[in-house]
């Protein structure tokens, strides 16, 4: 298992846990993503989507995400760091939304 994936390499309707804070994700996240904020992560197990394959888990620019994936790894969880977070998914061109329709990352 590798420790980090490029945005470039994740599908852009995949499911991926968003670690930001919630003015990050309000302003811009992936399509479906699931936001669960780094602190609220042990309290919040539940929320943290089962899938068949390996959950991209994203944050600004990869340091808190690559905390999560740390973390997430010890409880047993099959995860990866998306390589320079949301910005690196916005630069490659990659889907944003927001409530509001298209999103930006901040």
Partial sequence: MTDEIVPQDIADDAVVLDVREQDEWDAGHAPNAIHVPLGDLPTRLDDVPATDAT????????????RAVAWLSQQGYDVVNVDGGMKAWAQ???????????GEVI
């Fill in 55 to 66: 959950l991209p888990v994203v944050c600004r620019s990869g340091g808190r995400s690559g």
């Fill in 92 to 102: 490659a061109g990659k889907p944003v939304e927001s409530a509001n329709g298209p």
